[in-house]
């Protein structure tokens, strides 16, 4: 991954060891969100966000040692947002394009699917679900995605560079849309690579990448 991203990302436990894109796939790169402070996540969403850089490298301002896992790169399954947003960032490196764009214009323009990345570009905000958790007594509580029928401000993106930090673009998980949607992705998978529509077919990824995938 330090090909596409500019700079070299390596656990420092097993520094002559490279991180790949199939273990940010896979989940076994070794990066672990329990290194992620808050302070990096909050930065993430500002106007000016920090570079990733800032907190994979030793050096960097927002490093923890709790950010790598003490596990050879691709040997140990441990979920991590961060690593997928490393992901994202390297789909913006490739493509040229924001994550959250390069998205929309390969999979959901193509597929009919309503709903996006940015909240502020849902059309029916009174539709997005709810998000609830359970207190320490069990009990729910609205934790997140409450706009009650009124959208966010918007957010300006104009100065954003793709490939650099796609925190706020949500590439760990900031997809909204329906359920029929997600069941069109899941046909692709059955088709080979390829969502039919009657007599109409797209094709969204080479039958290859499905069968690696």
Do not use: C
Request: net charge positive; no cysteine; aromatic share 10%.
């Amino acid at each position: 991954i330090s090909a596409y991203l500019g700079y070299t990302v390596r656990n420092p436990h097993y520094s002559i060891i490279p991180v790949k894109i199939r273990h940010l796939m896979t989940h076994t790169s070794g990066i672990s969100d329990d290194g992620v402070s808050y302070n990096f996540i909050s930065a993430s969403y500002s106007p000016n966000p920090p570079s990733m850089k800032e907190l994979l490298s030793i050096t960097g301002s927002y490093y923890n040692d709790d950010i790598w896992l003490k596990a050879v790169p691709g040997s140990k399954f441990k979920y991590s947002n961060f690593g997928t947003i490393l992901a994202g960032a390297i789909v913006g490196k490739v493509s040229g394009k924001r994550f959250d764009e390069f998205v929309n214009d390969e999979i959901l323009k193509p597929l009919g699917m309503r709903g996006g990345f940015i909240i502020q570009n849902v059309k029916n905000i009174g539709k997005v679900a709810v998000v609830y958790r359970l207190d320490d007594n069990r009990d729910p509580y609205i934790s997140a995605e409450y706009y009650n029928g009124i959208k966010p401000a918007p957010i300006d993106l104009s100065d954003y560079i793709p490939g650099s930090n796609p925190t706020i673009l949500g590439p760990h998980g900031g997809l909204r849309t329906r359920v029929l949607g997600l069941a069109k992705i899941m046909e692709i998978f059955i088709n080979k690579g390829v969502y039919r529509n009657g007599d109409d077919y797209v094709r969204v990824l080479n039958e290859s990448s499905v069968e690696q995938m």
